[in-house]
């Protein structure tokens, strides 16, 4: 069973840049696809980008594309988070997941199999 960590969180102001990392370990295949999402208070858990393992083909939800940036490190079984012109609705706490086998589309958290326990993003105006 695969473990997922995060780091990298923390408080910026409005308009600042945040990299997340997220590290797996405990495996011996590679993932299908690994991705980010997060979580504002009162609100669902919502998809915020993905990464193809083996192919790096990326994905990113209409509120972050433009400004986020994912990517792997397939040495280190890492993948990040690169978050530019951050604004105070991007403040949640941001989980990476992985989804071991293809299945439901992979903005949907059914999708992943495996999640961190969160990394705090809080953005001040």
């Known amino acids: 069973q695969v473990q997922l960590v995060e780091s990298g969180g923390g408080l910026v102001q409005a308009g600042g840049s945040l990299r997340l990392s997220c590290v797996a370990s405990g495996r011996t295949d590679s993932p299908y696809a690994m991705g980010w999402f997060r979580q504002a208070p009162g609100k669902e858990r919502e998809f915020v980008a993905r990464i193809m393992w083996n192919t790096g083909t990326v994905s990113y939800a209409r509120s972050t594309k433009g400004r986020f940036t994912i990517s792997r490190d397939n040495y280190k079984n890492t993948v990040s988070l690169q978050m530019n012109s951050l604004t105070p609705e991007d403040t949640a706490v941001y989980y990476c997941?992985?989804?071991?086998?293809?299945?439901?589309?992979?903005?949907?958290?059914?999708?992943?199999?495996?999640w961190g326990q969160g990394t705090q993003v809080t953005v001040s105006s």
């Open positions: 997941a992985a989804a071991s086998r293809p299945g439901p589309a992979l903005h949907f958290t059914m999708a992943y199999d495996a």
